[in-house]
C-alpha cells in the first residue's frame, strides 16, 4: 500500500510529527473515511522511527477519535459525525460552566438564534414543521414532575429550529450551545423559580411564524424568547452571587478578632 508519508527529521516530535503528518492525510481526503492504514511495522519504516514511537502516535490520532485500532484486524480511519465534531466543545463549555459561562452563552444566542429562525422561515419544509408540531405537543404533556424530560424538549425544540434552515453548519454550531439549555434550565428552577417563563407559548409564536414563512416575524419571536431566557438567567445569576456574598461575609473574621 502506497501512503505519502516520510522520513521524520526531527526527533525531539517524532510522535506529533507522525500524528500531524497522518491528520493532514485524513483532512485533505489523501486517506478516506473506512480507509485501512499501514501496519504498524510499515509506519515504522516509512518514518523511520520505532515501534514504540508509531504506537504513541496512534494512540493520539485514536485519543482524536481520527483512526480506530482494531486488534488482528487493522488502523482503520474513522468517518466522523457532526456528534464527533461538537463533542470537544461542549465538553469544554460543560467543563468551564460558571456564572460568566450562563451570561456568555446568552451574549451568543440573542446574537444568533433570532437570525437562526428567520432562515427557519425562509428555508423550513413541510416535515420540520410536522416535526415540532408533534414536539410541541410532547412538550405540552410534559407534567412538572417530570422536568428532565421538559428540559432536554426544551433543548431540542432549539435543535429542531436550527435543522430547519437546511444549513448543515448552524446546527453543527449551535448544538454545544443548546446543550447548556437542561442545565441553565435547572438553575432556574432551582434558584429563581418565580421568574420561569412561558416556554411553551414563546415557541408556538416561533412556530406559528416559521409556518408561515414569516421571516421578520419568526426572527422578533424568537428575540423575544431569547430576552426572556436571559432575564431568568440573570436571575439566577444574581441570587448565585449573593449566597455567595454572604458565604464570603461568614467566613470574613468578626472586628477585633486578629
Given at each position: 500500500?502506497?501512503?505519502?508519508?516520510?522520513?521524520i527529521?526531527?526527533?525531539?516530535?517524532?510522535?506529533?510529527?507522525?500524528?500531524d503528518?497522518?491528520?493532514?492525510?485524513?483532512?485533505?481526503?489523501?486517506?478516506g473515511?473506512g480507509?485501512?492504514?499501514p501496519?504498524?511495522?510499515e509506519?515504522?519504516k516509512?518514518?523511520?522511527?520505532?515501534?514504540?514511537?508509531?504506537?504513541?502516535?496512534?494512540?493520539?490520532?485514536?485519543a482524536k477519535g481520527?483512526?480506530?485500532?482494531?486488534?488482528?484486524?487493522?488502523i482503520?480511519?474513522?468517518?466522523l459525525?457532526?456528534?464527533?465534531?461538537?463533542?470537544?466543545?461542549?465538553?469544554?463549555?460543560?467543563?468551564?460552566?460558571?456564572?460568566?459561562?450562563?451570561?456568555h452563552?446568552?451574549?451568543?444566542?440573542?446574537?444568533?438564534?433570532?437570525?437562526?429562525?428567520r432562515?427557519?422561515?425562509?428555508?423550513?419544509?413541510?416535515?420540520?414543521?410536522?416535526?415540532?408540531?408533534?414536539?410541541?405537543?410532547?412538550?405540552?404533556?410534559?407534567?412538572?414532575?417530570?422536568?428532565?424530560?421538559?428540559?432536554?424538549?426544551?433543548?431540542?425544540?432549539h435543535q429542531?429550529v436550527?435543522?430547519?434552515?437546511?444549513?448543515?453548519?448552524?446546527?453543527l454550531?449551535?448544538?454545544?450551545?443548546?446543550?447548556l439549555?437542561?442545565?441553565?434550565?435547572?438553575?432556574v428552577?432551582?434558584?429563581?423559580?418565580?421568574?420561569?417563563?412561558?416556554e411553551?407559548?414563546?415557541?408556538?409564536?416561533?412556530?406559528?411564524?416559521?409556518?408561515?414563512?414569516?421571516e421578520?416575524?419568526?426572527?422578533h419571536?424568537?428575540?423575544?424568547?431569547i430576552?426572556?431566557a436571559?432575564?431568568?438567567a440573570?436571575?439566577v445569576?444574581?441570587?448565585?452571587?449573593?449566597?455567595?456574598a454572604?458565604?464570603?461575609?461568614g467566613?470574613?473574621?468578626s472586628?477585633?478578632?486578629?
Open positions: 500500500m502506497s501512503m505519502p508519508f516520510t522520513r527529521e526531527r526527533p525531539s516530535t517524532l510522535s506529533q510529527e507522525i500524528v503528518t497522518i491528520e493532514g492525510s485524513i483532512l485533505s481526503h489523501g486517506i473515511p480507509q485501512k492504514l501496519t504498524e511495522q509506519l515504522c516509512s518514518f523511520a522511527v520505532s515501534r514504540t514511537v508509531v504506537r504513541e502516535a496512534l494512540r493520539m490520532l485514536s481520527l483512526v480506530s485500532i482494531r486488534k488482528r484486524t487493522g482503520f480511519v474513522n468517518e459525525s457532526s456528534r464527533d465534531a461538537t463533542a470537544g466543545v461542549g465538553m469544554y463549555l460543560a467543563l468551564h460552566f460558571d456564572r460568566e459561562y450562563i451570561l452563552v446568552f451574549n451568543v444566542r440573542q446574537a444568533v438564534e433570532p437570525t437562526v429562525a432562515w427557519a422561515a425562509a428555508n423550513r419544509t413541510a416535515a420540520n414543521i410536522w416535526a415540532m408540531e408533534k414536539h410541541l405537543l410532547a412538550l405540552e404533556d410534559c407534567g412538572e414532575e417530570d422536568r428532565t424530560t421538559g428540559y432536554r424538549l426544551d433543548q431540542e425544540f429542531m436550527a435543522d430547519a434552515t437546511h444549513n448543515p453548519v448552524v446546527p454550531m449551535m448544538q454545544p450551545v443548546y446543550a439549555i437542561p442545565r441553565i434550565r435547572g438553575l428552577h432551582a434558584h429563581a423559580p418565580e421568574v420561569r417563563g412561558s411553551v407559548e414563546d415557541y408556538r409564536r416561533i412556530l406559528q411564524a416559521i409556518r408561515q414563512r414569516d421578520d416575524a419568526a426572527y419571536e424568537m428575540q423575544l424568547h430576552s426572556n436571559a432575564q431568568q440573570n436571575a445569576v444574581d441570587v448565585l452571587d449573593a449566597a455567595a454572604r458565604e464570603v461575609q467566613a470574613a473574621p472586628p477585633g478578632t486578629v
